[in-house]
């Protein structure tokens, strides 16, 4: 789970990935696209194997400074819009979205000749497209942004930076100046994980990196800088996440690089 200023839109070219927003989720298959606003947390997972295209921007490479017409009137009530959280189109619904987007990404990945431009233009088409289909909501007064989704962000800064650690739920809960039991159920209403849940599955997440990132060191080693307090647990733990021991992940992942 992670959220970034800018907003993210992502196009499934193959295969099944499931994207998740606190308290939905989108299975996206070939052909479909969807679009997540700035500062909304998210999660995305391949369903066996994907090939995706994504494109991450700020909405000034839209708008220019935050004085512009754009801005004003465009892209900051749509940013500001608490329903676009999520906006998920259907392959063959909109095929000029579809179009828009591949122009912008091929025009990027291929380096062209004033992609800048080509880039800029296709995904203003997009915005204008989210804002149209928000503008009531967008136009209407604004509700505070919800409370969990607050706290749940200052919780999961806390266990990004610290998961190598030996962090417990109380540290955790006061991270975002709650109770243990508040905390508990914040993650499982925004996330559907506790926060030990989540806290392993990240260790084993950040582990995997480790393997791939750092074939020198030792899965021992590995083990511990992921927060496992033994090899055997590390090894048990991520065969249950990614059913092959870590050593097997490692030399398929240098088998495929090779």
């Known amino acids: 789970w992670h959220w970034h200023e800018e ?35 998210h999660y995305g997972a391949a369903v066996g194997e994907c090939k995706l295209h994504s494109l991450v ?15 004003q009137k465009y892209m900051q009530p749509l940013v500001a819009c608490h329903n676009f959280c999520g906006y998920f189109l259907k392959a063959g619904d909109r095929e000029d979205v579809a179009h828009w987007f591949q122009s912008a990404f091929e025009a990027l990945a291929n380096d062209s000749y004033g ?9 203003s088409h997009i915005c204008l497209f989210l804002y149209g289909e928000f503008k009531l909501q967008a136009d209407s007064q604004n509700i505070p942004l919800n409370q969990n989704n607050l706290r749940i962000r200052k ?14 739920v109380p540290e955790i809960a006061s991270m975002a100046d709650i109770s243990e039991r508040e905390c508990l159920r914040c993650f499982q209403k925004t996330i559907q ?4 849940q989540y806290l392993l ?5 950040q582990g995997a990196e480790m393997l791939l990132r750092n074939p020198t060191d030792s899965i021992s080693e590995i ?7 033994s090899p055997s647990n590390f090894s048990k733990t991520f065969k249950r996440f990614y059913n092959c021991t870590p050593r097997e992940y490692r030399n398929r992942g240098i088998t495929q690089a090779g």
């Open 7 to 41: 907003i993210e839109i992502i196009y499934l070219k193959s295969g099944q990935m499931e994207i998740k927003i606190p308290s939905k989720s989108f299975l996206l298959q070939k052909g479909d696209c969807v679009a997540i606003n700035s500062n909304v947390l």
């Open 57 to 71: 921007f700020g909405p000034s490479l839209i708008a220019g400074n935050e004085d512009s017409v754009f801005a």
């Open 115 to 123: 992609y800048e431009f080509t880039v800029r233009d296709n995904l």
């Open 155 to 168: 919780m999961l800064a806390f266990i990004h930076k610290n998961f190598a650690d030996d962090i417990s």
């Open 193 to 196: 994980f506790s926060p030990i």
């Open 201 to 205: 599955k990240y260790r084993v997440m």
């Open 223 to 229: 083990a511990t800088l992921c927060g496992f307090d």
